[in-house]
């Protein structure tokens, strides 16, 4: 089967962000022979981005998906994709020079899902104490090799600039459970293709976006959340296993979010005379832990199609 690329675009009422993503796509277009279509999946009730999509150029197809949740806007562009491979793309990323040539050769190679790097573009410049959790949320810099498998670093991994076969993403029905419509969708996703189907992951560091971070998300109350959140969402994940695994595993997390709990957040009260950035670092980890104590509290979002 010839190989071609449908690049999926969900997007929330961020059409500012749509107009330089669409001209860095079309640059790049010309880089390889593949056919590449866009798929904008406008995912606001309103159908906010119509007008930016009428402006747009020619390969791009507006899809309007009124049910709000990005797993179904990942589902409906996966449905509506013609091409051989899916890239996903978050709207508010924007592709370096030579990320649809990187893409296409590992795909070329018979590649069934890839992972690209991140690099973070901050709208306002951060504190020096919050600098670095940011940074660590907002990139992906794998330790490995491009080629390498990455399966086993797949807590690092997101939907975010990222490639699939469509075949692969079929393994999966739906490839994103609408459960996790308030995030997580892919992390149930990357547990099913790497556990249970044995999917190779490849890092394509090649394959380089930007992500902006506006001046709202350069805040300790957004970090505070995003750890918090992103404690819940691991034993969440880890409770789909169902059965005696499912319960030890979950067990494992509360227990490690306990020590998290405790022990950074006496690091933190300890060291903020002296460190204001290591005492935000020993914060944000105790926030974490306290997330994976508190997991139940994240209710799936199980509700009709």
Known sequence: MPVSFSIVVPTFRREAYLPPLFAAVAHQRASIPETVELLLIDNSPEASARAVAGDAPDFVRYVHEPRTGVARARNRGVTEARGSHVIFLDDDETPAPGWLAAFAAVARKGARAAFGAIEPRFETDPSAPLRAPLDRIFSR???????AEVQNLRAWLGSGNSMFARATLTLADPPFDPAFDRGGEDVWLFRQLAEDHRVPMLWCPEARVEEIVPASRATLAFLRARRFSDGQLRCLVESGHGGLRGVARVAF?????????LGHGLLALLTRPFSPARSTRHQLAAWGGAGKLMWWRRRLNRQDD
């Open 141 to 147: 810099r794998l330790p490995a090799p491009p080629g």
């Open 253 to 261: 997390w509360m227990a490690a979010g306990a020590a998290q709990l």
